[in-house]
């Protein structure tokens, strides 16, 4: 299992590795994330010697689901949230959210151009590339047939909110599930109770 911060963090050391003492690492996520510090734990487990800040951003994940890229409201949020971030000055800046990229713009105007923007997602699929490429996993030929994201081989199971996840994930994905279903799903408990 690979999870996205880790990936996050050690992308961010590397950016930053040849500045040393002077290397700078901004964090930006949800409330419950910041709040663990899991980010910053896996920045030190990577080095030492970076200082890092972070900052919850928590209406960056419903401005970016309601696609409000460019709406003057979501650059003022941006600017409330990333003051102290961009007053810090980093070389890099870690998106510890997978929403934020939908919002990289807006971001990068407000922390400014020199800052380098990690994609935690990016990340982990570049680890993920290594890892299947070193275990001898990587499938060197690619699908055995003509794959579009989200055509009629994937198939998307969502709990609730059928179609606001079909309008989110086109935002993301760039393109709408072709198979979405609404499923129910029920259950045991350790304790032998059925609940759904």
């Known amino acids: 299992m690979v999870g996205v911060i ?17 290397a700078r690492i901004g964090v930006i996520a949800t409330e419950a994330t910041v709040a663990s510090n899991a980010y910053i734990d896996a920045i030190r487990r990577a080095s030492v010697e970076p200082k ?6 928590p209406l960056f994940v419903p401005l970016a689901e309601e696609n409000w890229i460019d709406q003057p ?4 949020i941006a600017e409330k949230y990333l003051a ?33 923007l990690i994609d935690s997602g990016e990340a982990t699929a570049d680890e ?3 890892i299947l490429a070193k275990e001898g996993l990587a499938n060197a030929e690619g699908p ?9 081989l994937d198939h998307f199971y969502v709990t609730d909110a059928a179609e606001r996840f079909g309008r989110v994930a086109e935002r993301f994905l ?14 045991v408990d350790e304790l032998g109770r059925k609940h759904g």
């Open 6 to 22: 880790g990936p996050g963090g050690r992308k961010a050391v590397e950016i930053v590795r040849d500045l040393g003492t002077e």
């Open 52 to 57: 890092v800040i972070q900052a919850a951003c």
């Open 73 to 76: 409201e979501t650059s003022s």
């Open 84 to 116: 102290e971030i961009k007053a810090f000055a980093p070389q890099a800046l870690v998106l510890g959210c997978t929403h934020y990229p939908i919002l990289r713009e807006v971001i990068q105007r407000t922390v400014g151009a020199d800052v380098k």
């Open 128 to 130: 993920v590339a290594i």
């Open 144 to 152: 055995s047939e003509k794959r579009e994201l989200c055509d009629s």
């Open 174 to 187: 760039g393109a709408r599930p072709q198979k979405l279903e609404a499923i129910e799903i029920y259950g």
